[in-house]
């Protein structure tokens, strides 16, 4: 049973190997384009503002390194529009199909449709409150 719990704690902390899988090779990415360029662990973590074991860390694939550290060592690079491309939703086959499958929505906020809710309810004084069935929940 604390072996079950331990095998959790560890197997949470180490992540999907997906995801340590691409970290890996965003890394080994990453090394590769800085000693293309001729530049060394030392420079490249003055360039971008940082210590050179979190670059040799991020060159490994760790998860611990900071999103806006690794866009620092991109901007150094001088590959910083690849970061901007990361998530390109024009990209995205599986939310632009489901977009298509709803049809086109009026985004509201949850702030309108109380305030909505709250007009609706004061022009039929005596009637029960309106509930939201979406929950308050974001």
Known sequence: MIIDFYRHIWMHAMGSPKAKQALERLGNDIRTARLRRGVAVADLAVRAGTSPSSI???EKG????AIGTLAEVL???GLI???TDLVDVRKD???LALAVERGPRRGR???ARLKSQKAHSRK???QQDIIDPDGAAF
């Open 109 to 111: 906020t949850f702030a």
């Open 81 to 83: 529009e690849r970061l």
């Open 93 to 95: 086959d599986l939310g």
């Open 124 to 126: 039929g004084e005596g």
């Open 75 to 77: 901007v150094a690079l």
């Open 62 to 65: 760790d998860s611990g390194v």
């Open 56 to 58: 040799s860390r991020l």
